[in-house]
């Protein structure tokens, strides 16, 4: 089975994670710790509940499946990437950015700590019971949304965390390949070609989805102003705005319809009982969604 390795692409300023998500399954398999009283770490005398859940955010070269379409294929981060992701995350001041099940955006989680594990023995995830690898990167998450901890945390239905961001597939990347093979002069040279040509690439947009993608997300639209609905994030209301006006997109949208698929299990789910099929149809629905994956293979 192929794996590939993820990495953060310099020549691309959306590269890196947008969002912490609160999930029942975590992909990298590690739960968090929700620490509700300070019973194991010496701090000043404490009341009331801390509300903080610390867990691995991500771990290096731990392959996590994935699978697109009919392919299955693994994917991984080396120490390198995760400590970078880990930096730039921080930088971009998303330490606010939270999400559950990576369909509902929820509010009231701040990132309060985060740090990459240097000394397995001495690291603080070992007074938990946590053992984890030199290089991953740990946060501690502060929950000051009442009902996410009451109704998420505390009954259990959230285990762990996960990731929502873009990377880009090394073998992908043609930049590598002049590095190596060209003088130092000679590839810079060819890079500042690749970047503008990348950058020009990127500005194309198109409009050529079908309409019912376009009624799909219209008909998310109305529902959710009905009747109120929380479910998804900016980004996909965003989304569901931008194709119900038949507005141009752009090729990093368009891949962002296609990996979207991998959703594709909920979208069955009625409106009124979950937020499956409201996101699904807001993302364009069956019909969005395999027009942007087909749109990708012709751009590749």
């Known amino acids: ?28 398999e590690e739960d968090f710790v929700a620490l509700s009283k300070p019973e194991k770490i010496q ?25 697109d379409g009919e392919e299955e294929y693994y994917i991984y981060f080396t120490k390198e990437t995760v400590r ?13 950015n939270s999400t559950y099940e990576h369909f ?31 290089g991953s990167w740990v946060g501690s998450m502060k929950v000051y949304n009442d009902e996410v901890w009451e109704e998420y945390v505390k009954t259990g239905a959230v285990k762990g965390f996960s990731i929502e961001g873009y990377f880009a597939d090394k ?6 390949k002049f590095k190596d093979e060209l003088k130092e002069i000679e590839a810079g040279k060819k890079l500042l070609q690749i970047k503008k040509s990348i950058i020009e690439y990127q500005l194309e947009t198109y ?4 309409d019912s993608a376009s009624n799909n997300a219209k008909r998310a639209i109305k529902y959710k102003e009905e009747n109120d609905a929380k479910c998804g994030t900016k980004v996909g209301w965003t989304r569901a705005r931008q194709l119900a006006d038949k507005k141009k997109i752009s090729r990093e949208t368009i891949a962002r319809m296609a990996s979207f698929n991998r959703h594709k299990q909920h979208k069955d789910i009625p409106y009124d009982e979950g937020c499956g099929g409201l996101m699904w149809d807001a993302w364009g629905g069956t019909s969005g969604v395999n027009w942007a994956i087909n749109k990708m293979k012709t751009f590749d």
Do not use: C, F, H
């Open 84 to 96: 970078k992701a880990s930096e730039l995350y921080l930088k971009k001041g998303n330490q606010n």
């Open 171 to 176: 073998a992908d990347r043609p930049q590598d």
């Open 43 to 67: 701090l000043a005398e404490v009341d009331k509940e801390k509300r903080i859940l610390m867990g691995a955010i991500l771990i290096p070269n731990k392959p996590i499946y994935r699978k």
């Open 104 to 134: 509902q955006e929820i509010y009231g989680l701040s990132l309060v700590e985060s740090w990459i594990v240097e000394d397995k023995e001495k690291d603080k995830t070992n007074l938990y019971g946590m053992d984890l690898p030199i």
């Open 1 to 28: 089975m192929r794996i590939v390795e993820l990495i953060i692409d310099d020549l691309d300023e959306n590269s890196g994670i947008d969002a912490i998500s609160i999930v029942e399954n975590p992909a990298i």
């Open 207 to 210: 409009n050529d989805y079908p």
